[in-house]
């Protein structure tokens, strides 16, 4: 027996077992949900792509500018100072190596 027609009477039996056929909805819904979900993601993805600029000619960034026109460019970070508390106790990590459980001393 070739391979050949091992595999035209393994394709050719009819499907046998009580439990035949009862994932085909489920996988069904599953692979439905999935094309959804990529042809949602098919349809940003080409929306945000109509929004670059023709060309990246640093020679003329005039279009570049266009498109980045809402960015706030003058921003500055904000200095955060640490308390007492937290500044004493990375002190205390920094020398000892450790961290001290609070109301144990």
């Known amino acids: 027996m070739?391979?050949?027609t091992l595999a035209v009477e393994v394709l050719a039996q009819e499907p046998a077992g009580p439990e035949f056929g009862k994932a085909s909805p489920v996988g069904l819904a599953i692979v439905?949900?999935?094309?959804?979900?990529i042809a949602l993601l098919i349809w940003n993805m080409n929306k945000r792509l109509?929004?670059?600029p023709e060309t990246?000619?640093?020679n003329s960034p005039e279009a570049d500018q266009a498109v980045d026109e809402g960015t706030d460019r003058g921003a500055t970070t904000v200095d955060i100072t640490k308390t007492d508390e937290?500044?004493?106790?990375?002190d205390?990590?920094?020398k000892n190596g450790r961290r001290s459980t609070p109301?144990?001393?």
Do not use: P
């Open 32 to 37: 439905l949900v999935l094309l959804a979900a």
């Open 2 to 4: 070739t391979l050949g």
């Open 92 to 94: 205390e990590v920094e």
């Open 50 to 52: 109509s929004n670059l």
């Open 56 to 58: 990246f000619d640093t």
């Open 86 to 90: 937290t500044s004493a106790e990375t």
């Open 103 to 105: 109301g144990k001393n």
